[in-house]
């Protein structure tokens, strides 16, 4: 997978199930709605992000530590995914198409966030943060370095 359009790293989790993964079920190149839950600047954070970018969506089940579960691609500009958006507790999205998903029939195959991101981050909210954080620039140097570490994770 050509990781060079790696972007963001995402929070999700799976609202209805918590002993569930979310979006488990869409192979790579399905196409599905990526959830954002509603708060403040979420709307306006979702609606920019831009088309093509790659994100990373990072989750934790109960039994398990936080996990890196898919890489999406962005599929959709914000403004033909917001003309479908509605007005509920998860009616935010954006359009995007699966790259790469975990293996979920063998959970220790998995990559572990800890591990693979070497960062302690806060997930704290819905929205996506960038990969070039000043804690992940800490650990990685450049995005560069984490891009080409994450390509050796993803293939």
Not at 9 to 37: C, R, T
Request: proline letters at 2%.
């Amino acid at each position: 997978m050509d990781c060079s359009r790696l972007e963001y790293i995402k929070n999700v989790n799976n609202i209805n199930d918590n002993k569930a993964w979310a979006y488990e079920s869409h192979p790579v190149g399905a196409n599905f709605q990526l959830n954002f839950k509603k708060g403040k600047g979420v709307d306006i954070h979702a609606f920019n992000l831009p088309k093509g970018s790659l994100i990373i969506l990072s989750q934790k089940r109960r039994e398990y530590e936080r996990s890196l579960t898919h890489v999406v691609e962005l599929v959709n500009e914000g403004s033909k995914d917001k003309l479908d958006w509605d007005t509920g507790t998860w009616d935010i999205f954006r359009c995007v198409q699966v790259h790469w998903i975990a293996d979920f029939k063998d959970v220790n195959r998995i990559p572990r966030d800890k591990e693979k991101m070497i960062a302690n981050w806060g997930w704290y909210d819905t929205k996506a943060k960038l990969l070039c954080s000043r804690n992940l620039m800490k650990q990685w140097g450049s995005i560069d370095t984490l891009r080409a570490h994450l390509g050796e994770v993803f293939n």
